[in-house]
Nanobody, 127 residues
C-alpha cells in the first residue's frame, strides 16, 4: 500500500507561481513513476507531468512544458510540482499518482498506469 497526500494548492493571479508537494508513505520503494494529473469538472483527468523515479527522467504535457517542473526529494519521499507563469486554464484539481506495477505499455500520461492516487489539491488561477 502507498499513501499519497498533496499540499500546496491555492489561489493565485495569472502569471504567478505555486508549488505543489506530494508526500508518499508506505510501500514506496517499488514506485516506478510518480505523476501529477489535473481535472476540471466535466473533463477527463489529464496527465501534467511525471518522473521516472529510478533515472529521474521527466515528462511533461505540451501545455505546461517550460512552465512547470517536476522533481523528487528521495530523502523526504516527496514529489514536487513547481508551477510558474500560471494561466487561468491551469485551474483544476491536481492529483498526485504513483505507479508501483511498472507495467509495459501505458504511457506516462495514461491514468491506467497508476494504481495509487491522492485526494487532490485545488489550484485556481484568476485573470
Amino acid at each position: 500500500q502507498v499513501q499519497l497526500v498533496e499540499s500546496g494548492g491555492g489561489s493565485v493571479q495569472a502569471g504567478g507561481s505555486l508549488r505543489l508537494s506530494c508526500a508518499a508513505s508506505g510501500y514506496t520503494y517499488s514506485t516506478k513513476y510518480m505523476a501529477w494529473f489535473r481535472q476540471v469538472p466535466g473533463k477527463e483527468r489529464e496527465g501534467v507531468a511525471a518522473i521516472y523515479t529510478g533515472s529521474g527522467s521527466t515528462y511533461y504535457a505540451d501545455s505546461v512544458k517550460d512552465r512547470f517542473t517536476i522533481s523528487q526529494d528521495n530523502a523526504k519521499n516527496t514529489v514536487n510540482l513547481q508551477m510558474n507563469r500560471l494561466k487561468p486554464e491551469d485551474t483544476a484539481m491536481y492529483y498526485c499518482a504513483a505507479d508501483t506495477k511498472g507495467s509495459y505499455g501505458p504511457y506516462w500520461y495514461e491514468r491506467v498506469r497508476y494504481n495509487y492516487w491522492g485526494q487532490g489539491t485545488q489550484v485556481t488561477v484568476s485573470s
